[in-house]
Protein backbone atom coordinates (compact mmCIF):
# COMPACT_ATOMS: atom_id res chain seq x y z
CA UNK A 1 0.00 0.00 0.00
CA UNK A 2 3.10 2.42 0.60
CA UNK A 3 4.18 1.94 -2.46
CA UNK A 4 1.25 2.77 -4.33
CA UNK A 5 1.23 6.16 -2.66
CA UNK A 6 4.70 6.38 -4.84
CA UNK A 7 2.85 6.09 -7.85
CA UNK A 8 0.08 7.32 -10.18
CA UNK A 9 -2.45 5.27 -8.63
CA UNK A 10 -3.78 7.72 -6.25
CA UNK A 11 -4.97 10.06 -9.38
CA UNK A 12 -6.19 7.23 -11.22
CA UNK A 13 -8.61 5.56 -8.57
CA UNK A 14 -9.86 9.18 -7.25
CA UNK A 15 -10.59 10.21 -11.23
CA UNK A 16 -12.70 6.84 -11.84
CA UNK A 17 -14.56 7.18 -8.39
CA UNK A 18 -15.66 10.32 -8.99
CA UNK A 19 -16.70 9.34 -12.49
CA UNK A 20 -18.78 6.85 -10.99
CA UNK A 21 -20.90 8.43 -8.63
CA UNK A 22 -21.09 11.47 -11.84
CA UNK A 23 -22.53 8.65 -14.00
CA UNK A 24 -24.80 7.94 -11.11
CA UNK A 25 -24.79 4.24 -11.06
CA UNK A 26 -23.46 3.51 -7.82
CA UNK A 27 -22.99 -0.13 -8.24
CA UNK A 28 -21.99 -0.32 -11.39
CA UNK A 29 -18.95 -1.00 -12.42
CA UNK A 30 -18.11 -3.48 -9.52
CA UNK A 31 -15.14 -1.76 -7.08
CA UNK A 32 -13.20 -4.35 -8.17
CA UNK A 33 -13.19 -3.69 -12.23
CA UNK A 34 -12.24 0.09 -10.88
CA UNK A 35 -9.51 -0.85 -8.47
CA UNK A 36 -8.17 -3.22 -11.19
CA UNK A 37 -8.22 -1.06 -14.24
CA UNK A 38 -6.38 1.08 -12.54
CA UNK A 39 -4.17 -1.19 -11.22
CA UNK A 40 -3.17 -2.42 -14.79
CA UNK A 41 -2.78 2.06 -15.57
CA UNK A 42 -0.43 2.21 -12.83
CA UNK A 43 1.47 -0.85 -13.79
CA UNK A 44 1.54 0.89 -17.61
CA UNK A 45 2.40 4.37 -16.77
CA UNK A 46 5.30 3.23 -14.19
CA UNK A 47 6.67 -0.02 -16.22
CA UNK A 48 9.41 2.30 -17.30
CA UNK A 49 10.27 4.02 -13.65
CA UNK A 50 10.15 0.51 -12.19
CA UNK A 51 12.39 -1.07 -15.59
CA UNK A 52 14.71 1.67 -14.30
CA UNK A 53 14.85 0.98 -10.41
CA UNK A 54 15.56 -2.86 -11.58
CA UNK A 55 18.26 -1.73 -13.99
CA UNK A 56 20.37 0.43 -11.90
CA UNK A 57 19.72 -0.62 -8.55
CA UNK A 58 18.27 -4.23 -8.20
CA UNK A 59 19.92 -6.30 -10.46
CA UNK A 60 23.42 -4.73 -10.00
CA UNK A 61 22.94 -5.23 -6.61
CA UNK A 62 21.68 -8.67 -6.25
CA UNK A 63 24.56 -9.93 -8.95
CA UNK A 64 27.35 -12.07 -7.35
CA UNK A 65 30.38 -10.51 -6.01
CA UNK A 66 28.54 -6.86 -6.30
CA UNK A 67 30.43 -4.53 -4.26
CA UNK A 68 26.92 -2.47 -4.08
CA UNK A 69 26.43 -1.48 -0.64
CA UNK A 70 22.35 -1.30 0.22
CA UNK A 71 22.50 2.59 0.71
CA UNK A 72 23.74 2.66 -2.27
CA UNK A 73 20.93 0.36 -3.78
CA UNK A 74 18.58 2.70 -1.90
CA UNK A 75 19.84 5.82 -3.67
CA UNK A 76 19.70 4.52 -7.30
CA UNK A 77 16.80 2.93 -7.06
CA UNK A 78 14.78 5.51 -5.36
CA UNK A 79 16.36 8.33 -7.52
CA UNK A 80 13.76 7.08 -10.82
CA UNK A 81 10.97 7.02 -8.00
CA UNK A 82 11.81 10.29 -6.87
CA UNK A 83 12.24 12.60 -10.54
CA UNK A 84 8.82 10.66 -11.17
CA UNK A 85 7.04 12.20 -8.44
CA UNK A 86 8.85 15.47 -8.97
CA UNK A 87 7.98 15.76 -12.90
CA UNK A 88 4.15 14.88 -11.61
CA UNK A 89 4.75 18.07 -9.10
CA UNK A 90 6.26 20.30 -11.99
CA UNK A 91 3.60 19.32 -14.16
CA UNK A 92 0.38 20.17 -11.88
CA UNK A 93 2.50 22.84 -10.91
CA UNK A 94 1.89 22.24 -7.43
CA UNK A 95 5.19 23.96 -6.21
CA UNK A 96 3.31 25.38 -2.89
CA UNK A 97 2.43 21.60 -1.61
CA UNK A 98 6.23 21.42 -1.18
CA UNK A 99 7.10 23.98 0.10
CA UNK A 100 4.23 23.55 2.73
CA UNK A 101 6.29 20.59 4.14
CA UNK A 102 9.82 21.77 3.90
CA UNK A 103 8.97 24.91 5.54
CA UNK A 104 8.24 22.93 8.74
CA UNK A 105 10.61 20.63 8.45
CA UNK A 106 13.65 22.86 8.00
CA UNK A 107 11.94 26.00 9.27
CA UNK A 108 15.20 28.00 9.28
CA UNK A 109 16.61 26.92 5.89
CA UNK A 110 16.06 28.60 2.68
CA UNK A 111 13.50 26.94 0.57
CA UNK A 112 14.52 24.16 -2.09
CA UNK A 113 16.15 25.23 -5.12
CA UNK A 114 15.63 22.22 -6.88
CA UNK A 115 13.62 18.91 -6.43
CA UNK A 116 17.09 17.40 -5.46
CA UNK A 117 17.52 19.57 -2.67
CA UNK A 118 14.35 18.19 -1.39
CA UNK A 119 14.38 15.18 1.31
CA UNK A 120 12.52 12.20 0.33
CA UNK A 121 10.05 12.38 4.02
CA UNK A 122 8.93 16.13 2.16
CA UNK A 123 8.40 15.17 -1.08
CA UNK A 124 6.18 11.74 -0.73
CA UNK A 125 3.90 14.05 1.51
CA UNK A 126 4.02 16.82 -1.15
CA UNK A 127 3.31 14.28 -3.79
CA UNK A 128 0.20 13.11 -2.46
CA UNK A 129 -1.34 16.74 -2.02
CA UNK A 130 -0.65 17.06 -5.33
CA UNK A 131 -1.56 13.85 -6.76
CA UNK A 132 -5.36 14.65 -4.71
CA UNK A 133 -5.77 18.30 -6.02
CA UNK A 134 -4.96 17.11 -9.44
CA UNK A 135 -7.26 14.01 -9.33
CA UNK A 136 -10.36 16.33 -8.06
CA UNK A 137 -9.56 19.04 -10.57
CA UNK A 138 -10.07 16.23 -13.06
CA UNK A 139 -13.09 14.78 -11.48
CA UNK A 140 -14.49 18.21 -11.53
CA UNK A 141 -14.24 18.58 -15.38
CA UNK A 142 -15.20 15.48 -15.77
CA UNK A 143 -18.38 15.83 -13.47
CA UNK A 144 -19.73 19.04 -14.80
CA UNK A 145 -21.22 17.85 -18.30
CA UNK A 146 -23.11 15.08 -15.98
CA UNK A 147 -23.96 17.43 -13.97
CA UNK A 148 -25.38 19.89 -15.87
CA UNK A 149 -27.52 17.17 -17.47
CA UNK A 150 -28.85 16.50 -14.25
CA UNK A 151 -29.75 19.69 -13.77
CA UNK A 152 -31.38 20.52 -17.37
CA UNK A 153 -33.35 16.62 -16.97
CA UNK A 154 -34.65 17.91 -12.98
CA UNK A 155 -35.94 21.38 -14.59
CA UNK A 156 -37.92 19.31 -17.76
CA UNK A 157 -39.65 17.04 -15.21
CA UNK A 158 -40.70 19.63 -12.79
CA UNK A 159 -41.83 22.08 -15.67
CA UNK A 160 -43.64 18.51 -16.92
CA UNK A 161 -45.71 18.17 -13.34
CA UNK A 162 -43.35 15.37 -12.60
CA UNK A 163 -42.78 15.62 -8.99
CA UNK A 164 -43.14 12.22 -7.84
CA UNK A 165 -40.21 10.83 -10.57
CA UNK A 166 -36.90 10.91 -9.06
CA UNK A 167 -34.90 13.24 -11.87
CA UNK A 168 -32.17 10.47 -10.94
CA UNK A 169 -34.10 7.70 -12.55
CA UNK A 170 -34.98 9.54 -15.96
CA UNK A 171 -31.20 11.11 -15.94
CA UNK A 172 -29.13 7.80 -15.50
CA UNK A 173 -30.17 5.94 -19.19
CA UNK A 174 -28.97 9.67 -20.89
CA UNK A 175 -25.84 9.48 -18.54
CA UNK A 176 -24.86 6.17 -19.98
CA UNK A 177 -26.01 7.63 -23.66
CA UNK A 178 -23.90 10.40 -23.76
CA UNK A 179 -20.81 8.37 -22.00
CA UNK A 180 -21.16 5.74 -24.68
CA UNK A 181 -21.68 8.08 -27.58
CA UNK A 182 -18.28 10.00 -26.84
CA UNK A 183 -16.11 6.93 -25.78
CA UNK A 184 -16.12 7.76 -22.53
CA UNK A 185 -13.88 5.05 -21.14
CA UNK A 186 -11.26 5.96 -23.94
CA UNK A 187 -11.21 9.59 -23.36
CA UNK A 188 -11.01 9.38 -19.63
CA UNK A 189 -8.16 7.14 -19.79
CA UNK A 190 -6.48 9.02 -22.53
CA UNK A 191 -6.95 11.89 -19.93
CA UNK A 192 -5.42 10.45 -17.44
CA UNK A 193 -2.33 9.66 -19.35
CA UNK A 194 -2.23 12.42 -21.18
CA UNK A 195 -1.56 13.86 -17.76
CA UNK A 196 1.23 12.03 -16.47
CA UNK A 197 2.98 13.27 -19.60
CA UNK A 198 2.68 9.39 -21.52
CA UNK A 199 1.69 11.25 -24.61
CA UNK A 200 2.30 9.39 -28.05
CA UNK A 201 5.80 8.91 -28.79
CA UNK A 202 7.65 9.68 -25.86
Same mark, same amino acid.
Do not use: C, K
Given at each position: AILLMTTCYVRIIVVFGLLK %? =? #?? =? %? %? #? &? &? +? %???? +?? +? #??ITLFVMSPVWTRVYNEAVDPYTQPGSRMTTTEAWERGVQPIREFMARQIDLADNHDDVHLFYSRYAPSSPGPKTFDDVPLQVLLPAYMLSELKTAFLMGFKIYLPFLILDVVIASVTVSMGMMMLPPALISTPFKLLLFVLVDGWRLVVQILLDSFGTHPGV
Open positions: %Q =A #LG =A %Q %Q #L &P &P +S %QVIT +SI +S #LF
